[in-house]
């Protein structure tokens, strides 16, 4: 049902229905680790947003809206050939009319991103909900660096999905995004030798 966007009693109620849903905890969905983005996605690649566009979705209970989102695959890791890749997600807005789940990803035109996704049809096709998107920026030397989407510094691939133990101090350098591909490459081949 869309509801218009000052109306904020309906993000309220779909808030409140996934947290019952789920244990409390700071995230509504459970932890994914780095060897499980790689064995669940059907598509790993690094790309850049071109496009976001939100769009009317008509369903048996009414319209809803969902967003495309296109990239452009600079670097087809797994489970792609394509220049472009396009995932869709529940919710967006459109005038002001606004459909929203708590914690959903959200992406701009110029985002680069490395993504672990799956080709179904669902409210978000990104493996883990927003683990299996990460952030990529360059640093003031001009390296390409990797951080999850909350913008925490990724060091190392296995802390994916795992909280810093009580006193561990995270880098401020995330890890490159060379070292990260090369990370995922080195996971893939490991999967296909079982």
Known sequence: MLHRRRAWWPYLTIALALCAAAPARATTYPPVTFSELVARADLIFVGEVVDVRPYFDQTRDGPVIRTRVVFRVTDPLWGTTAALEVL????????????AIAEMPTFAVGDRRVVFARRERSINPIVGFTQGVLRIARDAAGVERVRTLDGTPLA?????????????????????LADFRDRVRRALAEARRR
Not at 156 to 176: D, K, L, T, Y
């Open 88 to 99: 869709e997600f529940f919710g967006g807005e459109i005038g002001d009319l606004g459909m």
């Open 156 to 176: 190392r691939p296995e802390s994916i999905g795992r909280a810093p133990a009580p006193g561990v101090v995270v880098p401020e350098a995330p890890m490159r």
